[in-house]
C-alpha cells in the first residue's frame, strides 16, 4: 500500500502478472480491471483520437468509453472486463470504436 | 432460437424484483445484464461484498442480498455479462456475451435498464482524476477502493451518502462543493408535506449529514464558477463561494447532481418519452402498470422515471403482475388485488422526491455550460459550436449530427443527449418536447465483427456461469 497513490485499497487479494503499455504490472486476480489499473497508479488509459487528450475512467459502469483499451487487438471497456493473469494491456490504437 | 415468456434487461432492484414474481406466476423469464454479478447500480456486488465493506456502505446496501438471493430460487434464467445490443419486434434480442454474439426471443419485454448519472459538463471534467460521484462508489461496492485525496462537486443525497461512506471508511473527502443555496431549500419547503410522509429518506439524510459534519468535513454552499484545473489530470478544484475565490488542491474529483433516466434502450423501440420537468430529464411515456405505447414494451425502475431503488423494486413487481395478467396466468382481479400494497409501498417511496428535486436542483452552470466548455466527451464538442449550430437554423439533436460530430461517438449521447437538447432549446426559445433527443438505433453498444461472426442463434444451454433451471 503506497500512500502516494490516489486510491486506497481496503483489502488485500492475490496477484496475476499483466502488461499495461509494456509495464509490467501486478493485479488482483478477478478484480475490475479499470478498478485495478487506476489502484496500481495508472493514470492515463487512453489518448482521444480528436485532439490526443488523456482520458481515464469517468463512468465505471460501461456507458462513457472512456476507459477504453486494447487487449488482444480488440478495443474493450476496461471497466466492463476482469483481471485475468497475463492480460497484455494497450493504449487504444487507431482511436475508438466505431460500431459496425 | 430460446423462446420466454418475457426478457427483463437489467439486474438491478427493478429487473430482480420483476424477475421473481413474473417466475412465481409461472411464466418462464429471461434476465440479462451486462454486468458479470446481479445487483445493478445500486446494490453492485452486493454478493461479494465482505464485513468491513458491508459495514462501510451501510444497510440499504447490504439490503439489496434479500433480492439477489431470491433470484437463485427456481423459474429465472439469469445471463450475466450480456450486453444486449438490439431488440427488434417480435421480440428478438441480440447480445454479446464472452465476446460472441448470441440471440433469443420472447413474447414480451421489460426494461429495467437504470439511470445514468446526469452529465456534468465543468471546465475541466474530461481530465483523468475527474469522475461521477457513482463511479467513486461503483469502485468501492465492486473493488474496495477509496480515493484518497478527493473533492466531491455538485449537489444531491448521493453526494451526502457517499461523503459519508468516506468517512466511514477513514479517507473524508477534502471537501464538498455543494450547488445548492437558500433559496432552493426554500422553495422545497413547498414540498415538505411530501418530505415528511417519506420521513425515512429526510430521516437517512440528516444522518449522514452529521456524519459529515462530526468529520470535520469543509463544506462551501452555494458554490458557483466551478472549473477543475490540471495539466494532463486533475489538480483542483476552482470555484466561488459565499463572495471568496477558493481553490482545493486534489487528485479525484466526484461529480455528482442527480441521475436521469437511461433511456437508449427503450428509444430504439420507438417508445415516446416527454420532457419531466420537475426532474429536468426525459422519461417514457407509461400507464400505471408500466406498460409503453409500444405493445408488449414495458419499464420499470430508474429508467421510467427517477424513484430510487425501492420504488424501482415495487415498480419492477407491479409491471410483473400485469405482464403475468397478459399471459393469462392472472385475472384482472387477482392482479389487481396483489397491487394494491405494491401501490401503497410505491406512493410513500415516491412522497419525498419533490423535496429532495427541489432542494437539491441540477447545477444550472452545467445544464447550460460556457462556450468552451467541452460537451460531448467522444467527439470533444464544446458548447458554443452547439450554439453556432442553433446560430445556422438548427432545431434538434438529430440535426446537430448534420452540422458537427457530437453525439457521433461510442457513448451515443449517453453523456452529451441532454445537454445538446437544453443548449438548443435556449440558443431557439423552445420547449425540450419541441427540440426533442437523438434518434437511438441498434446496437445499443458498439459489436465488433469477430462478435457477430461468433453470432450463435441460441443462448448457451450450461455455460457454467449460468443459473438456469
Ligand atoms: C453509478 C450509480 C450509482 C448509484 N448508487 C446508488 C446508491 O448507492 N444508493 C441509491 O439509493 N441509489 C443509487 N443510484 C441510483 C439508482 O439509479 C437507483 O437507486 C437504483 O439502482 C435503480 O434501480 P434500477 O433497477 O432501476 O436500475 P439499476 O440498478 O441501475 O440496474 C440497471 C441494470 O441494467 C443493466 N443494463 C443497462 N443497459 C443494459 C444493456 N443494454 N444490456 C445489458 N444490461 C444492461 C445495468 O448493467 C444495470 O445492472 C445510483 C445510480 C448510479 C447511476
Ligand atoms: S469508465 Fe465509462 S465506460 Fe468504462
Known amino acids: 500500500m503506497n500512500p502516494a497513490l490516489p486510491f486506497l485499497e481496503l483489502e488485500a487479494a492475490p496477484r496475476v502478472p499483466v502488461i499495461f503499455d509494456g509495464t509490467a504490472l501486478e493485479l488482483p486476480e478477478g478484480a475490475n480491471l479499470a ?13 482521444t483520437p480528436v485532439s490526443g487528450a488523456p482520458r481515464a475512467p469517468f463512468c465505471m459502469m460501461g456507458a462513457c468509453f472512456d476507459c477504453l483499451v486494447e487487449i488482444d487487438g480488440v478495443v474493450r471497456q476496461a471497466c466492463m472486463v476482469e483481471v485475468t493473469v497475463g492480460l497484455e494491456i494497450r493504449k487504444p490504437h487507431g482511436g475508438d470504436l466505431g460500431p459496425v | 432460437m430460446d423462446r420466454f415468456d418475457l426478457a427483463i434487461i437489467g439486474a438491478g ?22 454486468q458479470a454479478r446481479a445487483g445493478g447500480q445500486i446494490y453492485r456486488d452486493v454478493d461479494r461484498v465482505t464485513g468491513l465493506r458491508g459495514d462501510i456502505l451501510g444497510a440499504d446496501y447490504t439490503d439489496g442480498a434479500r433480492l439477489t438471493a431470491r433470484l437463485r430460487a427456481e423459474g429465472v434464467r439469469h445471463i450475466i455479462g450480456a450486453v444486449v445490443w438490439a431488440i427488434e419486434e417480435g421480440f428478438r434480442l441480440s447480445y ?15 426494461l429495467a435498464t437504470g439511470a445514468l448519472e446526469r452529465p456534468m459538463p465543468l471546465p475541466g471534467w474530461t481530465l483523468p482524476g475527474v469522475m461521477t460521484a457513482g463511479a467513486g462508489q461503483i469502485l468501492l461496492k465492486q473493488s474496495g477502493l477509496l480515493a484518497r485525496r478527493a473533492v466531491l462537486v455538485g449537489s444531491g443525497p448521493l453526494l451526502y451518502l457517499i461523503a459519508a461512506q468516506m468517512v466511514r471508511a477513514g479517507v473524508p473527502p477534502l471537501a464538498m462543493v455543494e450547488t445548492q443555496t437558500r433559496a432552493d431549500m426554500a422553495r422545497a419547503m413547498r414540498h415538505l408535506g411530501g418530505a415528511v410522509r417519506g420521513w425515512s429518506y429526510l430521516a437517512k439524510g440528516i444522518g449522514l449529514l452529521a456524519e459529515i459534519t462530526r468529520a470535520r468535513v469543509p463544506r462551501y454552499r452555494a458554490a458557483t464558477g466551478i472549473a477543475i484545473d490540471g495539466e494532463g489530470r486533475a489538480e483542483a478544484v476552482r470555484f466561488t463561494s459565499r463572495g471568496r475565490a477558493q481553490r482545493i488542491a486534489c487528485d479525484t474529483v466526484l461529480l455528482h447532481h442527480g441521475v436521469v433516466p437511461n433511456t437508449q434502450a427503450a428509444r430504439s423501440l420507438g417508445v415516446t418519452h416527454r420532457w419531466r420537468a420537475d426532474q429536468a430529464c426525459f422519461a417514457p411515456v407509461l400507464d400505471t402498470w408500466g ?27 407491479l409491471a410483473a403482475l400485469r405482464i403475468a395478467e397478459c399471459a393469462g396466468r392472472l385475472t384482472e382481479a387477482d392482479r389487481d388485488r396483489r397491487a394494491v400494497p405494491l401501490r401503497s409501498a410505491l406512493s410513500r417511496e415516491l412522497a419525498a422526491r419533490p423535496f429532495l428535486d427541489t432542494a437539491y436542483p441540477p447545477v444550472a452552470e452545467a445544464l447550460s455550460p460556457a462556450d468552451a466548455t467541452i460537451i460531448c466527451r ?65 446496437p445499443l453498444k458498439p459489436v465488433t465483427l469477430g462478435e457477430l461472426a461468433a453470432m450463435e442463434d441460441t443462448a448457451p444451454d450450461s455455460a457454467e456461469q449460468e443459473r438456469a433451471t
Open chain 1, 35 to 47: 478498478a485495478a489499473l487506476l489502484a496500481a497508479g495508472v493514470g492515463v488509459f487512453r489518448q
Open chain 2, 291 to 317: 406498460g409503453a405505447d409500444v405493445p408488449g414494451v414495458f419499464i420499470a425502475g430508474d429508467g421510467g422515471g427517477i424513484g430510487g431503488a425501492k420504488a424501482a423494486e415495487h415498480a419492477g413487481r
Open chain 2, 96 to 110: 454479446t456475451r464472452e465476446g460472441r454474439g448470441a440471440q433469443l426471443a420472447a413474447d414480451r419485454v421489460l
Open chain 2, 378 to 442: 467522444c467527439e470533444e464538442v464544446a458548447a458554443g459550436t452547439i450554439r453556432g449550430h442553433a446560430k445556422l437554423g438548427c432545431l434538434g439533436p438529430n440535426q446537430a449530427k448534420a452540422f458537427g460530430r457530437a453525439g457521433m461517438g461510442p457513448c451515443q449521447g449517453r453523456y452529451c443527449g441532454l445537454t445538446v437538447t437544453a443548449l438548443l432549446a435556449e440558443a431557439n426559445g423552445r420547449s425540450p418536447d419541441e427540440t426533442g433527443y437523438y434518434r437511438i438505433r441498434p
Open chain 2, 13 to 34: 432492484p427493478a429487473g430482480m424484483a420483476a424477475a421473481r414474481e413474473a417466475a412465481d406466476h409461472g411464466l418462464r423469464v429471461v434476465l440479462l445484464d451486462e
